[in-house]
């Protein structure tokens, strides 16, 4: 099973695609981040997404897809304009066929370190050990990515799904 794994953003959106082995084990396929200009107009960043997210699903046909819920702290502007750039992720993945699935990222902690409120440099050597990486994926968004990527292959077998 192949799981394209999202970390939603406007300037800059994690992607990361793991795949499941018959034995089990965990490979990183392909990650990294779109990123958009601070400068352009919303829309225009919201079209680079979208493109980004399609071309990727495109390319690599995962099997199933993953995004990170928002999470809504103190900051009314940025959870509406990070609401935005989930809005186009999910309707691209949609486009393309693929079920979706959305995690809070406590329950994402949880998978990868076993602890809901793990830090970032936790959930970033949990992620580079159950890969089998030598080194921490970079940037942050990436490895958040492949940390969401993860938590979708394990739900999915957990719940007799796959």
Request: glycine share 10%; hydrophobic share 45%.
């Amino acid at each position: 099973m192949l799981v394209l794994g999202i970390d939603p953003g406007t300037a800059t959106v994690g992607y990361g695609l793991v795949r499941e082995l018959p034995d089990g084990t965990l490979q990183a396929v392909h990650y990294g981040v779109i990123t958009t200009p601070p400068s352009l107009p919303m829309w225009q960043r919201l079209e680079m997404i979208y493109s980004g997210i399609k071309q990727l699903a495109d390319q690599h046909t995962p099997d199933r897809a993953a995004v990170e819920e928002l999470f809504f702290a103190k900051n009314v502007t940025t959870a509406m304009t990070v609401a935005q750039g989930r809005g186009v992720i999910l309707l691209a993945l949609a486009q393309a066929g693929l079920p979706i699935s959305e995690h809070k990222p406590h329950v994402i902690k949880q998978a990868i370190s076993g602890y809901g409120n793990a830090k970032k440099p936790q959930m970033q050597e949990m992620v580079r050990i159950l890969l089998g990486l030598q080194d921490i994926p970079k940037p942050d968004d990436a490895a958040d990515a492949l940390a969401i990527a993860i938590t979708e292959v394990h739900s999915f077998r957990y719940n007799g799904l796959g």
